[in-house]
């Protein structure tokens, strides 16, 4: 859901009222309902650009509409399969360069090498 204005109407007996449209905004940005998808979550190609979407949202599920909201961003690294013994002997071996895009309507895209 994003910000929507409704109009009520109440009715007793033969009258119809129409009140002034009310908006409705979404609550708060509460992370662990927010969504993240992109083939940066899974695999990807060391050296070649990757991406992440974050779709903010309150604790209710719905949609924010606007911008500027992210104040950090940190990764998690989970270091298991194949590479595992590499990581071992070279923890350096982490996306150093990534960069946020805030795209005003409550989704930033994150970029990583």
């Known amino acids: 859901m994003t910000d929507a204005a409704c109009v009520c109407f109440c ?3 033969d009258h119809v009222l129409k009140l002034a449209p009310i908006t409705v905004l979404p609550a708060a940005t509460d992370v662990p309902s927010s969504l993240a998808w992109g083939v ?3 695999d990807s190609v060391a050296g070649d650009p990757t991406r992440v979407i974050l779709k903010l949202r309150d604790r ?3 949609d924010r509409a606007v911008g500027g909201e992210l104040s950090s961003i940190s990764f998690d690294y989970i270091r298991a399969g194949q ?4 990581w071992e002997h070279r923890p350096d071996l982490v996306p150093e360069t990534f960069s946020v895009r805030d795209n005003d309507d409550g989704t930033y895209t994150i970029t990583y090498l």
């Open 60 to 62: 209710f599920g719905n």
């Open 83 to 86: 590479l595992s013994a590499v």
């Open 11 to 13: 009715q007793a007996a």
């Open 40 to 42: 940066g979550l899974g």
